[in-house]
């Protein structure tokens, strides 16, 4: 499909650059292309029970951010030091990370880079790679001195939350977004950016889904700096989507099955959450227990096997997030509740309010 249909102008002003406080008081746009003129309604995060049944059961993401923004100096023989930037999204091994380097065409396989030096200097001193690989658009490969839990503790140490860049862009990273870019589920470290549907959710929400009847899972997809990357391809067929490593464990996967055998719904948080569990689903809707790196990219067209309702916030304009719930509600759809939501005052992207999107008969 060419990219431009998935274009749209949104103002500058509608960019979130903190939470709603508290976070389920951020605002829902009900999307229901199922319900002819009705497919539109405004309400709030807190009101999100009314449209769940018990026994339906939501799937989050568990994935927890690590300040995996490294700014440091780049070392080569017979050269100047030169300062860099590197934002790690995907590790490859305990001491290597795959990263995102500016500038990228500067730097060379086997350059060495000093992070943290004269700054937030870790506990041993700094924090040093040498780039063991380069690819296209500024990734590299970079292998650590440090592995395993030492190298965590240095990138903790000298590390910035990565804020997307239409926030970085407006406000530098501070301490508060150490909490408000995280969901207060979040357990597993490696990602670099947060699934934001799920920064909504609060102690008050949980319990009012429990009291419901209706059931938590949970999965892990650790998100990549990809996500925020544009589409620079005219056609979807020419783009290549980013890698990120998750996993459904076989009791999720167990449970699940269970809820769709007895007529329930799965409802998933982000679209992190749902291209994982339609990663682990079969032809036949059945999910199984996956491990490895995904790299599902979901266009109009896509057979969805799992998934029946999708929570998730307002994304950018010729996306790939935006192409996916396009492809969940339909690409009239969205456009039209897009258009809403710019002329209703939502607020847009991670910080933003969110929307929820059952899919398209």
């Known amino acids: 499909m060419r990219v431009d249909l998935f274009d749209f102008d949104l103002p500058d002003e509608r960019i979130a650059l903190r939470p709603a ?3 389920d008081s951020a605002r829902l746009l009900v999307v229901d292309p199922n319900n002819g003129e009705a497919a539109l309604s405004d309400y709030h995060i807190r009101d999100l029970p009314s449209f769940l049944r018990p026994g339906d059961a939501v799937v989050f993401n568990d994935t927890k951010v690590i300040p995996a923004q490294l700014e440091g100096v780049r070392h080569r023989e017979g050269a100047p030091g030169q300062q860099v930037s590197a934002t790690l999204h995907m590790r490859a091994a305990p001491d290597r990370w795959k990263a995102f380097a500016k500038p990228g065409k500067r730097i060379k396989i086997g350059d060495r880079i000093q992070f943290g030096h004269g700054e937030n200097v870790c506990i041993l001193g700094a924090l040093d790679a040498v780039v063991e690989e380069k690819g296209e658009g500024g990734e590299i490969t970079l292998r650590f001195d440090l592995s395993g839990p030492a190298l965590d503790e240095a990138i903790a140490a000298v590390g910035h939350i990565p804020l997307p860049p239409y926030i970085a862009a407006k406000r530098p990273e501070d301490e508060r977004d150490r ?6 589920y979040a357990r597993e470290e490696g990602a670099v950016a947060a699934p934001t549907a799920g920064l909504h959710f609060t102690p008050s929400l949980f319990t009012a889904l429990d009291i419901m009847g209706v059931e938590r ?3 892990t997809l650790h998100v990549g700096a990809g996500t925020f ?20 464990d076989a009791t999720t996967a167990a449970k699940l099955n269970a809820v769709k055998a007895r007529g329930g719904r799965i409802v998933c948080v982000g679209t992190t959450s749902l291209r994982l569990i339609e990663s682990a689903a079969g032809d036949d809707g ?10 599902i990219f979901i266009t109009p067209g896509y057979r969805f096997k799992a998934v029946d309702l999708l929570m998730t916030n307002f994304h950018l304009p010729r ?34 309010d969110g929307s929820l999107l059952y899919r398209k008969d």
């Open 319 to 352: 996306s790939t997030l935006f192409m996916l719930v396009s492809a969940f509600a339909g690409l009239d759809t969205m456009r039209a509740a897009y258009t809403h939501a710019i002329e209703t005052g939502y607020r847009f992207y991670s910080y933003g």
């Open 229 to 248: 990357l544009p589409v620079k391809a005219d056609d979807t067929e020419d783009h290549k989507m980013h890698f990120e490593i998750g996993y459904v």
């Open 21 to 23: 406080e508290p976070r």
């Open 217 to 219: 899972h949970f999965v």
């Open 179 to 184: 909490t408000d870019y995280q969901t207060i």
């Open 286 to 295: 059945t999910i199984k227990p996956w491990h490895g790196a995904t790299g």
